[in-house]
């Protein structure tokens, strides 16, 4: 159905996209499958198809409403609104797991920073495009960076410290990375400042020094990231970064098989955060490997749409969603992996979450839109 | 990864690159971001996956070990042990079919405490990890395939065995028994024994059960027929009577052995006293000695045959051996190396330093039995895959030929003297000639101890010139009886092993 929808009002869109997204979709309600069934009274595989089904369904909705990506524009100051509110929302909530990042509306929870993640790619990739050459050319120049002007910085800076801030005070350190780390991906595409860049890291270093000094949430985690086998010389027992290595490790190269692995010695979050691990232990590294190259295909198509089109809106949105999903695989796997440290966050479309997957199939959506634009052979009138 | 150029032209005013390049640039990024991690996914499942695997944290080695029944021992063909379904995360604990009474032989194979003995030896074929157990080697590893745990056959005689445990009874001591002509142990037990199914598994049951175990003062867990030394007393004579045949020190066993009466050690003016008046008397045979266990005689033909052949002939025996591996390694048996001559007339009646494990006085009997030859002991005769197949076979092992077989054949005399005529009566068997040497010896300070009551013999049919088909060792240790005598005591428990044996 959805691949009729995208025949009828996206022809020429990316004839990759979709398949990767149903079949990334479909390892994980199978991976959701199999640990279900090592964890009593549970349901999670039924209520994530439930989920897949509602975002296919705002998939093919996305596609059939949203004829022209580049109406989207026009919504963008209201889009950081909302997002902005969505990110503020859970505050008010109690927090689950050491974070405030849910909403809780009787049986009913997600997570807005989700869904914000759109909007705010949304309204970065309308922003930068309508100042970009503001933004590149004018300025003073400081030793050989070329600082922008503040009035036309000033907006961009105060959002972003905004939902920065927020989420700091929400202890959601993998949402924040996440949008730091689009933030800075789309200025620089905009822009091409190196310079900036470098602002940026200075930047991401000196604020990730001052948290880890300051919240132990986020010390700890560095600790665990840096010694992640400490605990047990400590008599602790593993912890969950040792576990998932643990279960890493235990798949090797070929693999377990499915349902012959043990990753629900993980504890907790193993169909969410931790799910990753039981891809690993079970598929082995060559599974993993096909999972890499699933979402590297996704990430490049992304690009490769971003940099055909032709107009700056939709470039940097398509750019900025590819991003978007790129750093995200990082920031979850790379947690797992113990490359850096763990950060509560759902790999797209694998991982449980009726959010993340509703959200990761707009993303989808809104790259067939935009790559549907990009490989349209003669552009049409409007275009 | 390449990207298309716009076909169209965008704006890259001041010579800075477009979006096109820098997109291009930052897609690079985002791939290496996913390069970074199939490396690192690499480094962990690849490269440290062996030392993650056995990381002491990491229970999945454990999980998979329990996740099949674990092979099994047999004595007589039939499995003494077995496993039960857990319904925990480890799926298969260990059952033994009588566990107090074969203890001593299977030792323990707990999921909380570990796995000793034959279960600890043998491990890695009972639970399947053993490499020869694999058909396809690289298919397996490829599969996962887990192997069946195999079996070990024992070399027990479970009527020998039944004979020994109920022989010992509430007393603490132990039995060795050995097939003198290829060291094929039939019995060893130990009391008081213990339950090796009552701590398997990982519940609080199981670990009250071991802390009982671990807290009580008669040390049930210790495996007394391999594991503990005693002083041999008196049964050790046997050896030195070998000795000193074997050196010439006695020619004739009839003969007057020149031992004088009182016999004061040398270097001392202590006399080495009898513990009967018929001893006490000068020219006594060595046959006399022996069969009246007479410590002057014995002790002055030790100092005679000398330090370093008393500790050659020893050795031939076990003693001073360290690494008496039977598989499960027996405690080392000590006979001093470094001694003056009193010392050594003590340590040639089985006293001083000397002191010796059940299994070491079995093979001393054996030895006397084969014609000199004192073989290999060994528990096990063969290790075979879970369908029956043969993995292993054991072949008997000469250990020490010990003397020739003339001296044998007059140390046989001299113990079946001790069985017909002395203080070993009550060791006799209708319709079978015995040979023993009892033994009481003296332990702790100033001797106050009870008594180790010990006797050592073999057996076979009447009138058979064949090599002895058991030769045996008992031990009593802190028996409650009046009077502790090796003859009294442990004397009857040997002739009953013995009976078991012969009368299969």
Redesign the interface.
Same mark, same amino acid.
């Given at each position: 159905m959805a691949h009729a929808a995208v025949r009828w009002r996206a022809t020429w869109a990316d004839p990759l996209l979709l398949p990767i997204a149903v079949l990334l979709n479909g390892i994980g309600l199978v991976v959701i499958y199999r640990l279900d069934r090592n964890t009593p009274n549970s349901e999670a595989a039924p209520t994530q198809l439930l989920w897949s089904t509602l975002g296919v369904g705002l998939f093919i909705a996305v596609l059939l409403l949203l004829r022209d990506h580049r109406r989207l524009q026009r919504y963008a100051y209201v889009g950081a609104f909302v997002a902005l509110v969505l990110l503020v929302l859970p505050v008010f909530f109690p927090p689950v797991y050491g974070s405030r990042i849910w909403i809780t509306l009787g049986p009913l929870s997600f997570q807005p920073g989700e869904f914000a993640k759109i909007l705010l790619a949304v309204f970065f990739a309308a922003y930068l495009a309508a100042h970009r050459?503001a933004l590149?050319?004018t300025g003073r120049k400081v030793l050989w960076f070329q600082l922008p002007l503040g009035r036309v910085l000033g907006p961009v800076l105060l959002i972003w410290a905004a939902f920065v801030g927020v989420l700091v005070l929400e202890t959601d350190l993998g949402t924040s990375l996440l949008f730091f780390g689009l933030f800075v991906?789309m200025l620089?595409?905009?822009?091409?400042r190196t310079g900036w860049i470098v602002i940026g890291l200075l930047l991401s270093a000196l604020a990730a020094v001052g948290v880890g000094w300051l919240s132990p949430h986020v010390h700890s985690r560095v600790t665990e990231w840096l010694h992640p086998?400490a605990s &047990?010389g400590a008599g602790q027992? %593993?912890n969950q970064i040792?576990q998932s290595?643990?279960a890493?490790?235990?798949?090797?190269?070929?693999g377990?098989?499915l349902g012959?692995g043990?990753s629900s010695?993980i504890g907790f979050a193993t169909k969410s955060d931790f799910i990753l691990a039981t891809v690993?232990e079970e598929l082995?590294?060559t599974g993993?490997?096909a999972v890499?190259l699933l979402?590297?295909l996704l990430?490049?198509r992304g690009?490769?749409t971003?940099?055909?089109?032709?107009d700056?809106f939709g470039?940097?949105l398509a750019?900025g969603l590819?991003?978007l999903v790129? &750093?995200q695989?990082?920031v979850v %796997?790379?947690g797992v992996?113990?490359?850096i440290p763990l950060t509560g966050m759902t790999l797209p479309f694998i991982a449980q979450g009726g959010s993340s997957v509703v959200t990761n199939w707009v993303i989808v959506a809104l790259l067939v839109r935009t790559s549907d634009l990009a490989r349209r052979p003669v552009p049409e009138e409007d275009a | 990864m390449r990207f298309t150029r716009p076909a169209g032209t965008n704006g890259s005013p001041q010579g800075l690159p477009g979006i096109s390049t820098t997109g291009r640039r930052a897609g690079t990024f985002c791939m290496l971001l996913i390069v970074a991690l199939a490396l690192q996914a690499t480094r962990v499942q690849v490269f440290q996956k062996k030392e993650l695997d056995h990381n002491s944290a990491n229970q999945r080695a454990t999980i998979q070990r329990y996740s099949q029944p674990r092979g099994n021992l047999l004595v007589a063909g039939q499995p003494v042990t077995g496993s039960a379904e857990t319904g925990g995360r480890y799926a298969y604990k260990r059952t033994y079919t009588d566990g107090a009474l074969y203890a001593a032989v299977t030792g323990y194979s707990s999921q909380t405490y570990g796995n000793t003995q034959l279960e600890g030896v043998y491990d890695d074929l009972l639970s399947g990890t053993d490499p020869r157990l694999a058909g396809w080697a690289v298919w397996d590893a490829v599969t996962r395939q887990q192997q069946p745990g195999g079996d070990v056959v024992t070399t027990i005689d479970p009527a020998a065995q039944r004979a020994a445990t109920q022989g010992l009874g509430n007393q603490k001591g132990a039995v060795a028994a050995i097939e003198p002509a290829t060291g094929r142990i039939l019995a060893l037990a130990s009391t008081p024994g213990y339950d090796p199914g009552s701590f398997a598994g990982t519940s609080t049951a199981d670990q009250a059960a071991w802390e009982k175990l671990q807290d009580d003062p008669d040390q049930p867990m210790l495996n007394r027929a391999l594991r503990q030394i005693y002083p041999p007393g008196s049964t050790f004579k046997v050896v030195t009577a070998a000795a000193a045949l074997a050196n010439g020190v006695v020619t004739d066993i009839d003969a007057p052995t020149g031992a004088p009466y009182p016999y004061v050690m040398p270097g001392t003016t202590t006399p080495l006293n009898n513990d009967t008046g018929a001893c006490d008397r000068a020219g006594l045979s060595l046959d006399e000695a022996v069969t009246l266990s007479c410590n002057s005689v014995m002790g002055y033909l030790g100092v005679q045959v000398g330090l370093d052949r008393m500790t050659a002939m020893a050795r031939n025996f076990g003693f001073n051996d360290a690494k008496l591996d039977v598989p499960v390694r027996a405690a080392r048996a000590n006979f001093d190396t470094d001694m003056n001559e009193s010392q050594l007339a003590l340590s040639s009646i089985g006293q001083y330093d000397t002191a010796a494990t059940p299994l070491v006085m079995a093979m001393v009997a054996a030895g006397a039995a084969n014609d000199g030859q004192v073989m290999y002991p060994q528990l096990v005769d063969k290790l075979t895959k879970a369908d029956g197949s043969q993995v292993q076979l054991m072949h008997p092992t000469l250990y020490r030929q010990a003397f020739g077989s003339s001296v044998a054949r007059q140390l046989q005399q001299l113990m079946v003297g001790v069985v017909e005529n002395g203080t070993g009566r009550n060791a006799r068997i209708p319709g079978a000639e015995v040979g023993g040497k009892t033994g009481t010896a003296q332990h702790g300070v100033d001797n106050t101890g009870t008594p180790y009551a010990w006797f050592i013999a073999w057996a076979r049919p009447a009138g058979s010139a064949a090599v002895p088909p058991v030769a045996v060792a008992v031990v009593v240790a802190d028996s409650q009886a009046d009077d502790v005598t090796g003859g009294g005591l442990a004397a009857p428990i040997a002739k009953s092993v013995m009976q078991a044996v012969l009368g299969r």
């Open positions: 050459d590149a050319l991906v620089y595409v905009a822009t091409a086998l &047990i027992g %593993a040792a290595l643990f890493f490790a235990w798949g090797g190269q070929l377990t098989g012959l043990h010695l690993g082995g590294l993993l490997f890499f979402y590297a990430v490049s690009f490769r971003g940099i055909a089109l032709r700056p470039r940097l750019i590819a991003a790129a &750093i695989v990082f %796997a790379g992996l113990d490359l | -």
